[in-house]
């Protein structure tokens, strides 16, 4: 065997072993993003009658498959998901605030009703662990 043709081998195998390492890492090692159940996702307002963004009136919420934000609270991680009563789901997650560091705690979502979700953030200091009400926002078109 040829010396580039023993290098052109070691260097398959490497690929390989790396491909199989991450493989392995993303079903063992690391944690796994939740996908948040549909009846959960889209635009949500704290005050029915609008949907934008209002300081000191309405709170927007947006919430995707693997995370949520609204007015300077984002989280972006949200793993392990858990099923609770009537319901809700709770999820691991990391959050943050404005310029503060992520911090680990859960998220928990649940249904009030056909269009409205409250949400609760438990486990960060900057925020009291009392749920939210959100309306789902009406698409217009």
Excluded at 40 to 57: K, L, M, V, Y
């Amino acid at each position: 065997m040829s010396p580039a043709a023993g290098r052109a081998g070691v260097a398959r195998r490497s690929r390989v072993a790396v491909v199989a390492m991450a493989s392995l890492l993303q079903l063992w090692g690391g944690p796994a993003f939740a996908q948040v159940p549909e009846e959960f996702r889209g635009d949500w307002s704290s005050h029915p009658a609008r949907c934008e963004q209002e300081n000191g009136e309405a709170d927007l919420l947006t919430v995707e498959e693997t995370r949520l934000g609204f007015y300077e609270i984002g989280c972006e991680k949200l793993t392990d998901p858990r099923k609770g009563r009537h319901g809700s789901m709770t999820f691991d997650a990391v959050c943050f605030k404005g310029g503060s560091p992520e911090t680990k705690g859960q998220v928990e979502l649940s249904r009030q009703g056909e269009n409205a979700i409250r949400l609760k953030l438990m486990g960060f200091a900057w925020i009291a662990p009392a749920s939210q009400a959100f309306h789902r926002c009406q698409r217009t078109r």
